[in-house]
């Protein structure tokens, strides 16, 4: 799936659409699963700076590793996103997304 939202987005600069409508456009079609604005603004640059490759990569061995101030980025654009959608942001599992918000004390467990 999210090779299949870089090709998009890459028709969408090849068509000379702003972020802001590339996004947009995203939403429209995929809701949950599109990517935030602000990584449609990076994959634009990389488009910008003659950088194609939209093919997903079999990263191997571990697991990619974020810094919590990525994720408190994407929060602060927007509060109500879905563990899922930031785990699809950020390329990670949800679960490591869940660890990280229990970690930061942004959630806590349920209890009964």
């Known amino acids: 799936m999210i090779t299949v939202l870089k090709i998009k987005l890459n028709d969408f600069f090849n ?48 697991p990619k590793i974020y810094k919590d101030a990525e994720l408190e980025e994407l929060l602060e654009e927007d509060s109500s996103q879905t563990q899922k959608k930031l785990a699809f942001t950020l390329e990670v599992t949800q679960q490591a997304v869940s660890h990280r918000l229990k970690s930061l004390g942004m959630i806590r467990n349920q209890s009964n």
């Open 15 to 62: 068509l000379k659409k702003s972020t802001a409508e590339a996004h947009r456009l995203l939403v429209e079609a995929y809701n949950e699963a599109a990517f935030s604005e602000r990584t449609c603004r990076e994959w634009f640059q990389k488009f910008k700076n003659g950088d194609f490759d939209v093919e997903d990569k079999d990263p191997g061995g571990r």
